[in-house]
Nanobody, 113 residues
Framework: QVQLQESGPGLVKSSQTLSLTCIVSGDSITTTNSYWSWIRQPPGKAPEWIGASHYAGNYYYNPSLQSRTSISRDTSKNQFSLQLSAVTPEDTAVYYC?????WGQGTQVTVSS
């Protein structure tokens, strides 16, 4: 059974960097053809894809967030991470990690002004 668990601070100050990690069990982040994504949903808005880590070590980003986003992975720990820099209150959202039909429970991140 594939399980994903987001971890990281729930409160970040404006202009700082948001850092989250997704811990994966039941599958490997290097499984052939797999993508491991970060998605967020601001309050009252539609979900927004942030970016993804490809099993081969490539990374893909939403162009609208690319300049502030960095995704990385640690294959030894079977986890992948998100960093979003220069955050503003508009980055307040529930952040999810995802692969295929499998989702983490989500973590609320609030950016204080």
């Amino acid at each position: 059974q594939v399980q994903l668990q987001e971890s990281g601070p729930g409160l970040v100050k404006s202009s700082q960097t948001l850092s989250l990690t997704c811990i994966v069990s039941g599958d490997s982040i290097t499984t052939t053809n797999s993508y491991w994504s970060w998605i967020r949903q601001p309050p009252g808005k539609a979900p927004e894809w942030i970016g993804a880590s490809h099993y081969a070590g490539n990374y893909y980003y939403n162009p609208s967030l690319q300049s502030r986003t960095s995704i990385s992975r640690d294959t030894s720990k079977n986890q992948f991470s998100l960093q979003l820099s220069a955050v503003t209150p508009e980055d307040t959202a529930v952040y999810y990690c995802n692969t295929g039909p499998h989702w983490g429970q989500g973590t609320q991140v609030t950016v204080s002004s």
